[in-house]
């Protein structure tokens, strides 16, 4: 089983930064897209931010010109570097990746999920 951990969540203050990684472990896997998605209480999961494997990105609105997303191929893993952190970026971060191999095509998997507060 292919498993994703991310890292790097925490506490910050308005305005802040702070920079999360996920990285994907297991044998045998193969992964096309990877992305970010966001969850605040009673809401429901939104995505951040995606990037295929050629490196092509996609953002949402909230988060376009403050959220860079990014992956490293040969180490499994993608970044997400949150700037100019806003209030109402506070919820759990899940990183996420379809994975597939010669059996089974294209299956998403989640990460545990990884807190991030902004306030003041």
């Known amino acids: 089983q292919v498993q994703l951990v991310e890292s790097g969540g925490g506490l910050v203050q308005p305005g802040g930064s702070l920079s999360l990684s996920c990285a994907a472990s297991g044998s045998n896997f193969n992964i096309n897209a990877m992305g970010w998605y966001r969850q605040s209480p009673g809401k429901e999961r939104e995505l951040v931010a995606t990037i295929t494997s050629a490196g092509s990105t996609n953002y949402a609105d909230s988060v376009k010109g403050r959220f860079t997303i990014s992956r490293d191929n040969a180490k499994n893993t993608v970044y997400l570097q949150m700037n100019n952190l806003k209030p109402e970026d506070t919820a759990v971060y899940y990183c996420?990746?379809?994975?597939?191999?010669?059996?089974?095509?294209?299956?998403?998997?989640w990460g545990q999920g990884t807190q991030v507060t902004v306030s003041s």
């Open positions: 996420s990746a379809e994975v597939y191999t010669i059996m089974v095509p294209s299956t998403d998997y």
